[in-house]
């Protein structure tokens, strides 16, 4: 009997594949916050999430012209962040709220990270019969 990883991991997986995209994000913004004009972004992680796991249902095109379904799908996953309170300069990076948005996003990576080592813990001494 094959293992099925997709059932035994669950979302997860995915979970921190998005989770590690958006802290990219994050710490550009951060990076950024002294740039004039840079516009803070971030991804809606429902979406991005949901769209990551129909990556494995993809669709195909029926012309060369037409984009991949996933190229359009990141570029819609990714918006602007509307500043709290805009600077002179154009800049919308609000370096607090960006720090928690970060600190947020890696302890839910963490949280990820810590079901899925305890799942492949448990597929490990299901294997090995413990």
Not at 72 to 89: F, I
């Amino acid at each position: 009997m094959a293992i099925s990883f997709e059932n035994a991991l669950g979302i997860h997986a995915q979970a921190l594949e998005v989770r590690s995209s958006r802290a990219e994000i994050l710490a550009n913004n951060l990076v950024n916050a002294d740039t004039p004009g840079f516009k803070a972004r971030d991804i809606d992680f429902k979406k991005m999430l949901g769209q990551t796991m129909d990556q494995a249902m993809a669709m195909t095109t029926t012309n060369g012209k037409h984009l991949p379904h996933s190229q359009l799908e990141a570029a819609d996953a990714l918006l602007y962040r509307a500043p709290m309170q805009p600077s002179v300069d154009g800049n919308t990076v609000d370096t607090q709220q960006e720090m928690a948005a970060f600190t947020k996003n890696a302890m839910d990576y963490q949280a990820s990270f810590q079901f899925l080592n305890s799942k492949f813990k448990g597929l490990t001494s299901a294997i090995k019969g413990d």
